[in-house]
């Protein structure tokens, strides 16, 4: 899986969304779980060259810890900066949300994951307890025929670190809002994705008015779909329709922009030696999400300006479609997109120089307090912004893209868009691209000031 970040010796190439799982926990626990069952659409796809692999891989640290530590014992000890969900409310100016009310209340979180966790309502509920954190149940739609949890299955436990990640993170940002976990039955055959299942199942919520915001950490290279050598799209193309129908219905669609800077990985794992983009986050119709480096006391202060995620661990994904023509809503930029889709949109805390606490029991063997780098950390966290949006708006505010674009014009002070200027997303010897003024390739249009942000998105 990798090397701990005192020792990283060689990486392992790994599929789009990789980051960085530092495993510093060794409690077993008892479980708990919510289950609603639902039965997939019978859809029928070309099988393509890939397996879709979650963001949960990367290195593994199997210092156990049974409790989190400050900010500044990391880095005494580990030699990364690591943060609670109460420094990121604190970091991203969220707390006088809450105070007015603003907490994500009536709206809903979709995230969707290959298998899910077995654990996931428990290892939520001693999240929570370790930071004050009011409960809340997971809903989890089981897609398909989901295999029984093996803890000793390296595809399971990944997702499941994912998983995790995903829902403590988007429920630590908006604590009232509902969370609905949905688990697909992921086949582990080599040339069956997943991606199909995910659509299917993505799609029979929004059908049934179930999401607000929808939350993705995972994808694929556009390059590896087939025919993409030929310029036939038809194969990653064909599995829009459910951004589709979340565009008719007013729902918002994220996605992580990758961990692996300007390239990303082929089908044989490894990764290219030139630029690539992946889906969903090239999507024009999805919201891409990408990483920055935060450095913060152990209050969740500031002690530096906001920076492109790239760290030994990995890098923030961005760069231009080589599918999809630029988007209307990025004609302001086109100096900087040219004549694609450029990602990301915007960003959040990605790096693993900065990772988040998980509390996460799947695995008896490693059960415990974790730590999680990358941009699937990213995606959840601006999916819980976005349930405070609509909450303060008091209506879904669907495709996010547009009014994006449409703030950054506006003075920062009244946008809550914070530029980020300093940093790149180079990676493997692939030059990538430099925060600049304005929008870039590296940051996207930049992070936020939460209170103002959310004000703003709302219409407020």
Known sequence: MGTSPATAGPRRSVTTRTMALLAVGATALTTGLVTVQSTAAATSFPKVAFKLHPASEGHINATARTAPISTSDCVAQIGIHCYSPLQYRDAYNLNGLYQQGITGKGRTIVIVDSFGSPTIQHDLETFDKQWGIQDTNVEV???????????????MTSWA????????????????????????AVAETEGVTG???????????????????????????????????????????????????????????LASSGD?????????????????????????????????????????????????????YGAGGGGVSAVFDRPWYQGGVADVVGTHRGTPDISMSAAVDGAAWTYESY?????????????????????????????????????LNWRLY????LPSQWSGITDVTTGDNSWNGVQGYQAAKGYD????????????????LAGR
Do not use: C
């Open 141 to 155: 739609v089981k897609w398909g025929n989901v295999p029984a949890f093996d803890p000793t299955n390296s595809d």
């Open 161 to 184: 670190g994912e998983t995790t990640l995903d829902v403590e993170y988007a429920h630590a940002i908006a604590p009232d809002a509902h969370i609905v976990l949905v688990e697909t």
């Open 195 to 253: 991606l199909p299942e995910m659509m299917d199942a993505e799609k029979s919520l929004i059908n049934k008015g179930v999401g607000d915001v929808i939350t993705q950490s995972f994808g694929a290279t556009e390059n590896t779909f087939p025919g993409f050598d030929k310029g036939d799209y038809k194969s990653l193309t064909s599995l829009r329709y459910a951004f589709k129908s979340a565009a008719a219905h007013d729902v918002t669609v």
């Open 260 to 312: 692996n800077g300007v390239t990303d990985s082929d089908n044989s794992n490894n990764l290219y030696p030139y630029k690539v983009n992946s889906w969903p986050s090239s999507d024009p119709l999805v919201t891409s999400i990408g990483g920055t480096e935060l450095t913060l006391d152990n209050n969740g202060t500031r002690t530096a300006a906001d920076k492109v995620w790239n760290d030994p």
């Open 363 to 399: 695995a008896p063997a490693s059960a415990g307090w974790h730590l999680t780098g990358g941009t699937s950390e990213a995606s959840p966290l601006f999916s819980g912004v976005v349930a405070l949006a609509d909450q303060a708006a008091g209506h879904r505010l669907g495709q």
């Open 406 to 409: 449409g703030m950054s014009y």
């Open 441 to 456: 390739l590296a940051s996207g249009l930049g992070t936020i000031d939460g209170y103002t942000f959310v004000h703003t």
